[in-house]
C-alpha cells in the first residue's frame, strides 16, 4: 500500500505513558478483548491504574451504557480508552458526554440532551475495520429495539489509533459485515446531500481502497490488506462525519434490533436496492451537486462502466463475503413486521437521501414485489 500512515501502537504507548494520566478507564468487548490480541497489548502498554469494563450487550442500549456512565463517574479517569468494535465506541463516546444528564432516556428519546465537557480524554482503538467511529461525532443507542443518534462535536474521541494487528484476528464474518460498512457507508456518503468536496475526496479514496481490498482481506488475511481496510474504515468514517449517512443506514437499524442481524450485513441488504432507485430517479435528485457524476466517481473506483454493471459489482462482492441477502434464510418476515419494522427507521437519515421518498417507494424497496 502506498501512502498509508496512521497512529498506531509507538502513539498509543507515548499516549498512556504521559505522566498527566493517572487513572484509565478501559472499555471493551468481552470476547473480542482476549481473541483480538488486544489483551496482550494493554498488558505490555499500561504500567498504570486502570479499570476494566467488558461490553455484556450485542448492540448499544441505554441500561448498560447507565451502568457505564455510573462506573465512570466512581471511577474519575483521566483516560478512557475504548477498544472494540462500534458498540463499544458508542457506548465510550455518550458516557463521555452525556454522564450528567438527569432523565438520560427521556433527553436521548426527545433530542433535549445536553452534550457536555467531556469527562475525560477519549481515544478509539478499533477492533473491527468498518464503522470508523473512532473518527466520528455522533454515536448509536438503542432504546427499547429503537435507535436514537447522539450527536455533537464532543463525541469524537481526541485521539485514535489504528492497529492491524488487533483487527487480522477477527472472525470471517465480523471482518465481511464490518468492511462492508465501510463500503457502503462511503457510497452513502458520495450520494447524501449533505454531501461537500471535502467527504467526496475522503469518501472516493475510502472505497478505492476497500473495494481492491475486502475479499482478499476476508479471504487470505495479511498485514497490508488489513492494514488498508483499516484506512479504509477511517476515511470513510471521515466522510460520513460530514456527509452523514443515507437511506439504507437509516432503514438498517430494525434489521439490527428485531432480527439480530450485524450492522454492516443489515445495511447489504437494501443498499443495492436504493442504489438502484435513486439512479432511476436521477433526474428527479434533490441535491446541490450533479448526482450522476458522484456515481461515475464509483464506477470508476469499481472499474465498472455503467450503473448495471456496478450493481452485479456489488452483488457479487456481496455473495463472496456470504453476506446473506434472503430475507427468508435471515428468517426475517415483512409481510408480517412491516409497521413495526417501519416505525424503528430513522427519518432523519432518511431525508439526506438525493431523491425524495415517499412511502410507498419506501415498502417497494424493502420489501421486493410487496
Ligand atoms: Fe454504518
Known amino acids: 500500500m502506498e501512502d498509508i500512515n496512521f497512529p498506531s501502537t509507538n502513539e498509543l504507548k507515548i499516549l498512556l505513558n504521559e505522566e498527566k494520566i493517572k487513572k484509565i478507564f478501559i472499555i471493551c468487548g468481552k470476547n473480542s478483548y482476549k481473541s ?16 476494566f469494563y467488558f461490553k455484556k450487550s450485542y448492540y448499544p442500549e441505554i441500561n448498560e451504557l447507565k451502568e457505564i456512565i455510573k462506573l465512570i463517574k466512581r471511577y474519575s479517569p483521566d483516560l478512557i480508552l475504548a477498544i472494540g468494535g462500534g458498540s463499544v465506541l458508542d457506548y465510550a463516546k455518550i458516557a463521555n458526554v452525556l454522564f450528567d444528564s438527569r432523565d438520560l432516556i427521556e433527553e436521548i428519546y426527545s433530542s433535549t440532551y445536553k452534550i457536555k465537557k467531556k469527562f475525560a480524554k477519549l481515544a478509539a482503538i478499533p477492533t473491527t475495520a468498518g464503522s470508523g467511529a473512532e473518527v466520528t ?10 435507535k436514537y443518534s447522539v450527536e455533537g462535536d464532543n463525541l469524537r474521541p481526541d485521539f485514535f489509533f489504528l492497529v492491524p494487528d488487533l483487527v487480522i484476528r477477527a472472525s470471517r464474518a465480523v471482518k465481511a459485515s464490518a468492511g462492508f460498512d465501510a463500503i457502503a457507508q462511503a457510497i452513502e456518503s458520495l450520494i447524501s446531500k449533505k454531501s461537500n468536496e471535502k467527504s467526496v475526496k475522503f469518501a472516493e479514496r475510502s472505497l478505492q481502497i476497500s473495494l481492491k481490498y475486502f475479499l482478499d482481506f476476508l479471504n487470505k488475511p495479511n498485514l497490508e490488506n488489513t492494514s488498508a481496510m483499516n484506512f479504509a474504515a477511517n476515511l470513510a468514517g471521515e466522510a460520513i462525519n460530514i456527509s452523514k449517512t443515507t437511506a439504507p443506514h437509516a432503514v438498517s437499524y430494525p434489521f ?22 435513486n439512479y432511476k430517479n436521477i433526474s428527479k435528485a434533490n441535491c446541490n451537486f450533479d448526482l450522476s457524476s458522484r456515481y461515475k466517481i464509483m464506477f470508476k473506483a469499481s472499474k465498472t462502466k455503467n450503473f448495471l454493471d456496478f450493481n452485479k459489482f456489488l452483488v457479487d462482492i456481496k455473495v463472496n463475503a456470504n453476506l446473506e441477502n434472503n430475507f427468508q434464510n ?3 418476515d415483512l409481510e408480517r413486521d412491516y409497521d413495526k419494522f417501519i416505525s424503528g427507521v430513522n ?17 417497494n424497496i424493502i420489501i421486493p414485489n410487496s
Open 256 to 277: 439490527t434490533s428485531m432480527y439480530n442481524i450485524s450492522h454492516g450485513h443489515a445495511v447489504s441488504l437494501t443498499l443495492n436496492q436504493f442504489l438502484e432507485f
Open 347 to 363: 427519518i432523519l437519515r432518511l431525508s439526506n437521501n438525493p431523491i425524495k421518498l415517499n412511502k410507498e417507494d419506501l415498502k
Open 36 to 51: 483480538s490480541g488486544a489483551d496482550a497489548l494493554m498488558k505490555e502498554s499500561i504500567k498504570k491504574n486502570s479499570q
Open 330 to 332: 435471515l428468517k426475517i
Open 137 to 146: 461525532s455522533n454515536a448509536v443507542i438503542y432504546i427499547n429495539k429503537v
